[in-house]
């Protein structure tokens, strides 16, 4: 194996001492323009790259930053993941890309691991409970959420976050199928940890409440975030309470499950049940029926969080703050 060039075989060939090399590849020092020119040639025939140790030893900043992601298969979070890299890549950061599989314990493990990777900050979806979340966070240089509110931190007391209009869109879509005639409305709401199916379930409940509807609270249910997860709750939902006509789902994986599961039980979509779900995946469109959904801007949502990130890791030149975004009814067959 070819072994890397060092500073002092550029100093050896560039006759100069290993601090004079040090003052050119760092540009400072009093260096003469005749001396630099010659020890930029040497690096540059050598093919001489700096340590990336030795450089984030000097000036305590390593240059990477952890995405921390529930499931890289999900669709949402490809988006969330090209618009974190793009923004990340601009600004000269590298991403160190975490699955955690929607396991909590993981996640806590993963975030250990940052750490002693001494990344520059970390952008999470996470699903842990308010106060391990609260203690992991401190050990964290810089960090910003996805779609949670962050407890106050020693460190950095503002909440830095960038959150859906979730309340928002469980609002819209609830009311867009109270505007259809639907009365008996049940919501899949998925991991009973996740921020946004407890906000989605807000605007679900604020829309039946202005209608004069008081739901059953059985007729909510917490499911895995996936197509499965949303195959078996809705079907358990649609025998225990036949007389609903519409749901509402926490993720469009969720209501594609729903789809299959009205299938198997002989219901029409949307004859005899509507069903919309949330997020906008390409796959909402694909499906048959295609899907009544809130499009969120995935992409953007990745890039803001990383913009908020890098002003935080540079001490908030800018206003550290929380940033909401909207997300947009789409109304397609499944619920029309």
Request: net charge neutral; aromatic share 4%; with cysteine.
């Amino acid at each position: 194996m070819a072994r890397h060039a060092t500073v002092a075989d550029i100093a050896r060939e560039a006759g100069v001492s290993m601090m004079t090399v040090s003052r050119v590849i760092n540009n400072k020092g009093d260096v003469s323009a005749a001396t630099r020119q010659r020890v930029q040639e040497v690096v540059e025939r050598l093919g001489y790259r700096p340590s990336g140790i030795a450089r984030s030893l000097a000036t305590q900043h390593t240059g990477t930053i952890g995405l921390v992601v529930p499931d890289v298969s999900n669709p949402f979070f490809a988006d969330v993941v090209r618009g974190v890299e793009h923004v990340a890549y601009t600004g000269g950061y590298n991403v160190f890309l975490c699955n955690t599989e929607e396991d909590p314990q993981r996640e806590l493990a993963i975030l250990e691991s940052l750490e002693e990777k001494r990344v520059d900050g970390v952008v999470l979806v996470t699903r842990l409970e308010a106060h391990l979340l609260r203690a992991a966070l401190e050990r964290q240089p810089a960090v910003v959420l996805i779609n949670r509110r962050q407890t106050r931190r020693k460190r950095m007391p503002a909440a830095v976050a960038v959150l859906l209009d979730d309340v928002g869109a469980g609002r819209a879509v609830t009311q867009h199928l109270l505007g259809r005639g639907h009365r008996a409305i049940g919501y899949l709401a998925g991991p009973a940890t996740s921020y946004s199916g407890s906000e989605r379930a807000k605007g679900y409940l604020m829309a039946l409440e202005a209608a004069g509807i008081h739901p059953n609270p059985d007729w909510r249910r917490h499911c895995p975030p996936t197509v499965l997860g949303g195959h078996e709750a809705a079907r358990e939902l649609m025998l225990s309470y036949p007389d609903l006509t519409a749901l509402y789902c926490y993720n469009d994986l969720v209501a594609v499950g729903a789809l299959q599961a009205c299938a198997e039980l002989g219901r029409t979509v949307p004859g005899d049940l509507a069903v919309a779900g949330s997020d906008d995946i390409p796959l909402a469109a694909l499906v048959t029926p295609s899907l009544t959904t809130c499009r969120a801007p995935r992409y953007e949502l990745g890039g803001q969080a990383v913009r908020l990130l890098i002003n935080q890791i540079l001490g908030c030149p800018d206003e550290c703050k929380e940033i909401m975004l909207p997300l947009e009814l789409v109304i397609r067959a499944s619920a029309p």
